[in-house]
């Protein structure tokens, strides 16, 4: 797999454009604007959706946690580097403000002749960072989703899913994973792939079907005899989900 650091959050994650005066995560839900639209996301997106990811997934995402990763421009970068793919989207209210995002990659077979990709944590001059990237890494070297499925030369990564918490319970999540879909099928892409580093995130992905095609558990990752993750129960083990398109 050219695996990616994909995790996907259910509604109860995710952050808004905000106006600069006040937290509205405090605003009654009467202020919240349910006149939703999914848009596709470009490049000229990438300040809000960092202001969304910022607010709430980077510092929820159960591996961040732990190494208390704080600020990170490389995390940043790293989030928003497929947009220019054109696969991505975003739940938007009726001010025109960023209340979700599904991002997404696509990953090609590679050819026979390409070089071996370089790996994620090479380079990564961010010390917390550059650790989650070597777990990615590692999961790379050990498990390659082209072999499991021979037929399929393209797949589209669902990397992140964040969706303002102050807009749970609208199924805006579903409403970014079915445009999702419909982008996979008119560019008949036959596989969907996601990598989840937490246990809701998971469970979040088989309700909707996909299923479990590799599993590591953080207590069987060790680095020169060391555990090197160990985040709060639930979240136990990095876990591989597709979904096959006929």
């Given at each position: 797999?050219?695996?990616?650091?994909?995790?996907?959050?259910?509604?109860?994650?995710?952050?808004?454009?905000?106006?600069?005066?006040?937290?509205?995560?405090?605003?009654?839900?009467?202020?919240?604007?349910?006149?939703?639209?999914?848009?596709?996301?470009?490049?000229?997106?990438?300040?809000?959706?960092?202001?969304?990811?910022?607010?709430?997934?980077?510092?929820?995402?159960?591996?961040?946690?732990?190494?208390?990763?704080?600020?990170?421009?490389?995390?940043?970068?790293?989030?928003?580097?497929?947009?220019?793919?054109?696969?991505?989207?975003?739940?938007?209210?009726?001010?025109?403000?960023?209340?979700?995002?599904?991002i997404n990659g696509l990953i090609n077979r590679p050819k026979e002749t390409d070089e071996p990709p370089a790996k994620l944590a090479d380079g990564c001059e961010h010390p917390k960072f550059k650790k989650i990237m070597a777990l990615m890494d590692y999961v790379d070297e050990h498990f390659n989703i082209f072999d499991l499925y021979p037929d399929v030369d393209r797949m589209l990564d669902v990397k992140i899913m964040s969706v303002d918490s102050r807009y749970?319970?609208?199924?805006?999540?579903?409403?970014?994973?079915?445009?999702?879909?419909?982008?996979?099928?008119?560019?008949?892409?036959?596989?969907?792939?996601?990598?989840?580093?937490?246990?809701?995130?998971?469970?979040?992905?088989?309700?909707?079907?996909?299923?479990?095609?590799?599993?590591?558990?953080?207590?069987?990752?060790?680095?020169?005899?060391?555990?090197?993750?160990?985040?709060?129960?639930?979240?136990?083990?990095?876990?591989?989900?597709?979904?096959?398109?006929?």
């Amino acid at each position: 797999m050219a695996s990616k650091m994909s995790t996907v959050s259910s509604d109860a994650k995710g952050a808004i454009v905000k106006p600069s005066s006040t937290d509205d995560s405090t605003l009654p839900l009467d202020e919240v604007d349910t006149n939703i639209s999914i848009e596709l996301i470009t490049e000229d997106d990438a300040e809000d959706v960092l202001k969304l990811l910022k607010k709430f997934f980077f510092k929820d995402e159960p591996l961040n946690t732990f190494v208390n990763l704080g600020e990170c421009k490389e995390l940043e970068k790293y989030s928003t580097k497929n947009l220019h793919e054109h696969c991505s989207f975003k739940a938007v209210n009726g001010r025109g403000e960023i209340v979700g995002v599904n991002i997404n990659g696509l990953i090609n077979r590679p050819k026979e002749t390409d070089e071996p990709p370089a790996k994620l944590a090479d380079g990564c001059e961010h010390p917390k960072f550059k650790k989650i990237m070597a777990l990615m890494d590692y999961v790379d070297e050990h498990f390659n989703i082209f072999d499991l499925y021979p037929d399929v030369d393209r797949m589209l990564d669902v990397k992140i899913m964040s969706v303002d918490s102050r807009y749970r319970g609208l199924g805006i999540a579903g409403k970014l994973t079915d445009r999702t879909m419909q982008y996979v099928k008119d560019n008949n892409i036959k596989l969907v792939h996601v990598l989840c580093s937490s246990h809701f995130s998971a469970r979040v992905m088989e309700k909707l079907d996909f299923e479990e095609v590799y599993k590591l558990d953080y207590s069987d990752y060790l680095v020169n005899g060391e555990q090197v993750f160990d985040p709060e129960k639930p979240h136990t083990a990095v876990r591989i989900l597709t979904k096959r398109l006929a």
